[in-house]
């Protein structure tokens, strides 16, 4: 049986927010594993492009860290926009939102990486939100064939 969703609550999305800006200030930061704990135990990171799926705290941690060489000493940013944000029955949030990075370099030029779509499966656990499962999907090399 389908598990009924509707749109949250605005204060529920406004905390999902929240966790948001505190999740990627954890990763733009360089707290590697503060951004691993943002995620339950078990919880699981679908990489885009078919890259593989992360499972588990310790292994979205050591990723994330060793993701961070490709800014080449630039500054990373994270950029997530036009959310949506459901909840189930069960209190589980499902988010859908657009992602950007951008990297500023020393020199004070600014790269874009491939705009993506995420996926989130986030969970109540002792009073706060953890993130159960995210699935990035980047527009350039997860597109669908055309035709």
Do not use: N
């Not at 209190?91 to 705009?115: H, M, N």
């Amino acid at each position: 049986m389908a598990s009924t969703r509707s749109a949250a609550a605005p204060e529920v999305y406004a905390e999902v927010l929240h966790f948001y800006a505190r999740q990627m200030h954890m990763m733009d930061g360089g707290d590697f594993a503060g951004f691993a704990k943002t995620f339950v135990e078990d919880g699981v990171f679908t990489l885009a492009g078919g890259r593989g799926v992360l499972e588990g705290r310790e292994a979205i941690g050591a990723a994330a860290e060793a993701a961070e060489a490709r800014y080449q000493g630039g500054r990373p940013r994270h950029w997530f926009d036009m959310m949506t944000a459901e909840e189930t029955a069960d209190g589980t949030l499902e988010t859908t939102y657009y992602a950007l990075v951008s990297v500023t370099a020393r020199d004070g030029s600014v790269l874009f990486e491939p705009s993506c779509v995420v996926r989130d499966t986030l969970v109540r656990r002792d009073g706060g939100l953890l993130m159960l499962s995210r699935t990035i999907t980047r527009d350039d090399i997860d597109r669908p064939a055309a035709g």
